[in-house]
């Protein structure tokens, strides 16, 4: 498999690319060290080492746009602790999420598509720190194949899982079901029982009316599930809340963990993983 950037010609722009020694006085020598994103901790140390060359550890405030739709996309971002929401809008302005990324994936998969754009809008929902890495690098890590192509390939698998499930679920599941999946999806990227996500934001992401996400929200706080103020969610009683919630948050998770490695691999057991895939299923 070979992805060619539509850009005929183009080449990584040298100043763009933090030399070894910007990258460890920037990162704290964070080559020497696993990442807190699952997709590099997963890639084998050699890999891992060759990238964080040319990577920068960038903060990614709330509200922080990383691209619109049709922009042309010149870095992926693995975040750590920053959460991103993908959504789509319509021609009235009004949106949809449909996908959520954390320190489970990256920002930008379209270019691992061989496409430069893309018709949605990327934003940061949660406050937080990201790897950076521009597309030429990423692009050429892709087609040189081994265990970066498999890793990268598995969560794009994982991530159009996502995409079809919150699609089945918009339209077929209750608000408080809803409410309660993304609750727990976002809940799986942070660390601790909080989240900082206003009725505003959860509305936008289901794309319902605040009211109803207002109702929910009640309810749930009432049953001692969670407790909410001032866009703060802690969530009380997990287990509840997710034998509230609808199948989907279950069937994406488990998915994802049949997918996606949680130590590092090298391309010979990714090949493995996937021939034991195809022969269960």
């Known amino acids: 498999m070979y992805i060619a950037l539509e850009s005929s010609g183009f080449d990584a722009p040298k100043a763009q690319a933090p030399s070894v020694r910007a990258c ?6 964070f080559a020497a060290v696993r990442p807190s ?5 997963a890639l084998p140390a050699c890999d891992w080492q060759h990238l964080s060359r040319h990577m920068e550890l960038v903060e990614m405030p709330l509200g922080q746009v990383l691209y619109e739709s049709g922009d042309d996309l010149t870095h992926v971002v693995f975040p750590t602790t920053a959460i991103v929401s993908l959504l789509n809008l319509t021609a009235s302005g009004a949106c949809a999420e449909f996908a959520t990324v ?9 270019l691992l598509m061989g496409g430069m754009s893309t018709n949605g809008r990327a934003v940061v929902q949660s406050a937080g720190h990201g790897y950076r890495l521009h597309r030429q690098v990423i692009v050429d890590e892709f087609n040189a194949g081994g265990a970066v192509m498999q890793v990268l390939l598995r969560y794009t698998q994982a991530l159009l899982t996502q995409v079809a499930q919150n699609a089945l679920c918009n339209r077929h599941h209750a608000v408080e079901q809803q409410v309660c999946r993304l609750i727990l999806q976002n809940l799986d990227r942070v660390q601790g029982n909080c989240l900082q996500m206003t009725q505003e ?13 207002t109702l929910v929200a009640l309810a749930l706080q009432r049953d001692g599930l969670i407790r909410y103020a001032r866009g ?10 997710e034998d509230r919630a609808c199948e989907c948050y279950a069937v994406v998770k488990l998915e994802c963990d049949r997918l996606l490695p949680r130590a590092p691999a090298d391309a010979a057991s990714l090949w493995a993983m996937q021939r034991a895939d195809a022969q269960t299923g």
């Open 102 to 110: 954390g320190n489970d994936g990256l920002v930008g998969v379209p």
């Open 37 to 41: 994103n699952q997709l590099l901790a």
């Open 201 to 213: 934001l959860l509305a936008s992401k289901l794309g319902v009316r605040r009211e109803s996400v």
């Open 232 to 241: 703060r969610i802690e969530v009380l009683d997990r287990q509840s809340l």
């Open 24 to 29: 460890c006085s920037t990162l704290g020598m």
